[in-house]
């Protein structure tokens, strides 16, 4: 079916045919990355290969085969489209689905493998009718190796007690003991396109006595004992990304402390606390969260990966917090935005509930973008850069 | 616009010419805005213009991906083929309406669209344009877009149309 055009006298028309995409809608999945769209102009960041494409940047792990797609915006949906990447002597991707480029199947979508993580730039290119036909499309896919950030996991039971038994309990996930291995693959997912795994150590399972109420801990910077300031120091396993999973967090839902920040929080250590029910508020009132099912476990992979993101010196969204989260489709789409869940479309001033990554009772699920173009009228950019650099810092762990 | 050349009558004659084909000037591009030092033209697009069932255009794109096509009556079809056959269409027509004020979210829509930025394909006209007043809210594809040519336009992508955007979108389109 044609493609109507309307041609405003006495201007020109520009059309543009086709565009990148990430290949799937809803939960994020290891082998369908989100792709930085966030305009045609590249803006690449300082320590990634430049090439002159305008489209779509992403990333991918040597070795991994990934799917995106191709949407033809302005095409007719039955034109023949193939998918090639750019000749090179040092290649970093190659096509792999289907056989030969294409032509791409009526959902777009293709297969690239990451070959190798070096410094020759390599194009993508959509082409119209064979896989020597014109350009009619570009993207810009980086491949990155694989770096490894060791994770010590902790379960803690919270009582208020000053001694056993105590009346506090683990935290669980739909009724049932945490699945870690379940949250952290969410979790995986999520960075696997930056090149960043995690090796996930033998889960800690951890007892707090004399917490300020079972189950929960408070906020305070003079951490005393059942402080969340506190909390970290206990079972610190050195040299790993250590992660505190508890049944409420005070007044927050999840926090990551990476070193530099951790005195002006008086946290003894850096580290990472996670509320897995919910948060206890100021007037010793429980939020529960809300989700339940594979929707939950989705929300607190997503909050696994938002709150490694600070351990990596990322910040929140174009540093806007959760007292005043930005509401445009881009920033909703972050891993790095402040809320999780999304605030409502109609109170929030949002366009739409779902940025891309599912609905959950009328909230959006955050989105899993991290950042690889460098907007600078952003605030925070080009996270890739920054998280990948922050390996080889001493202030790692 | 580009004038088309028409053949004199006859001296004498008492007949009389109907100019009835305009050309207008389609680019095909690889991304939206106009091309500065770089190519983002599609090259090598053979192409043809129909109008009535009848090939009156045939041609292939060099690297600003330039198509100046005409239009009979009230629209004509821009066709795109590889290997002489016909793989992608366009209904091409033209607006002569005035182009609605840059405050208005249809005439900043039309500007993106003017621009090649993918605003979809809802509206009357099906290119994305609902022309009832008051305009209905934006469409995903709509909202992508502003927050494109911000992005493109080193604007703050904020997804409304504030005046630092108007004002870009002005002069991008020219209008």
Aim: charged share 20%; net charge neutral.
């Amino acid at each position: 079916m044609a493609v109507s055009v309307l041609v405003q006298s006495p201007q020109k028309q520009i059309i543009v045919p086709v565009r990148f995409d990430r290949a799937v809608r809803g939960a994020p999945v290891l082998d369908a990355p989100d792709v930085d769209d966030r305009g045609f102009v590249l803006k690449t960041p300082g320590g990634l290969n430049v090439t002159n494409a305008r489209g779509a940047m992403f990333g991918t792990t040597v070795g991994d085969t990934v799917r995106v797609k191709v949407v033809r915006e302005d095409l007719d949906a039955t034109a023949p489209l193939f998918v090639t990447a750019a000749t090179s002597s040092n290649p970093q991707v190659r096509i792999t689905a289907p056989a030969g480029g294409g032509p791409l199947p009526p959902d777009g979508i293709f297969s690239i493998e990451a070959l190798a993580d070096n410094t020759t730039p390599q194009k993508i290119h959509v082409r119209l009718g064979s896989a020597t036909g014109p350009i009619v499309g570009e993207a810009d896919p980086h491949t990155f190796s694989l770096l490894t950030l060791n994770i010590t996991p902790h379960i803690w039971t919270l009582h208020s007690a000053s001694a056993a038994p105590g009346a506090g309990t683990e935290p669980t996930v739909n009724g049932a003991a945490m699945n870690l291995t379940t949250l952290f693959n969410v979790a995986r997912t999520i960075w696997r396109p930056m090149g960043i795994g995690f090796n996930v150590n033998p889960e800690r399972h951890d007892v707090l006595f004399g917490a300020p109420v079972d189950n929960s801990i408070t906020r305070d910077n003079a951490a005393p004992v059942g402080s969340d300031a506190d909390l970290v120091d206990h079972n610190f396993v050195a040299n790993t990304c250590n992660i505190h999973f508890i049944r409420f967090t005070p007044g927050y839902l999840g926090i990551g402390v990476r070193r530099e920040i951790a005195p002006a929080l008086g946290f003894k250590r850096p580290g990472i606390i996670i509320g897995v029910e919910g948060a206890r508020n100021t007037n010793g009132t429980f939020f529960i969260r809300p989700s339940a099912g594979t929707a939950l476990e989705q929300e607190l992979g997503n909050d696994i990966a938002h709150e490694i993101g600070h351990f990596l010196t990322l910040t929140h969204a174009d540093n806007q917090n959760g007292d005043t989260p930005p509401p445009d489709t881009y920033r909703r789409r972050q891993l790095m935005h402040p809320n999780n869940l999304l605030p409502s479309a109609v109170a929030g001033g949002a366009r739409f509930n779902d940025c891309g990554y599912g609905v959950v009772g009328g909230n959006g699920h955050r989105g899993c973008l991290l950042l690889m173009k460098n907007h600078t009228t952003n605030a925070s950019a080009s996270e890739v850069i920054s998280t990948r650099r922050r390996f080889r810092s001493p202030q790692l762990f | 616009m580009i004038l088309e050349a028409i053949a004199r009558l006859v001296r004498g004659s008492s007949l009389f010419n109907t100019l009835n084909t305009r050309t207008v000037e389609i680019f095909m591009q690889m991304s939206p805005g106009n091309p500065g030092s770089d190519k983002r033209g599609i090259k090598d697009l053979d192409w043809q213009v129909s109008a009535a069932g009848t090939v009156i255009q045939t041609g292939k794109t060099t690297d600003n991906g330039r198509i100046p096509m005409r239009i009979r009556g009230g629209n004509s079809t821009l066709q795109l083929l590889f290997s002489g056959a016909v793989v992608a269409e366009y209904t091409v027509g033209i607006r002569d309406t005035a182009l609605d004020p840059i405050t208005d979210q249809r005439g900043q829509l039309r500007r993106l669209r003017m621009q090649g930025y993918q605003i979809g394909h809802t509206g009357t006209d099906n290119i994305g344009v609902d022309a009832t007043n008051p305009p209905p809210a934006l469409t995903i594809e709509g909202d992508r877009s502003i927050l494109e040519f911000q992005s493109d336009q080193d604007i703050k992508a904020i997804g409304t149309f504030d005046a630092a955007t108007n004002n870009a979108l002005t002069t991008a389109a020219g209008a």
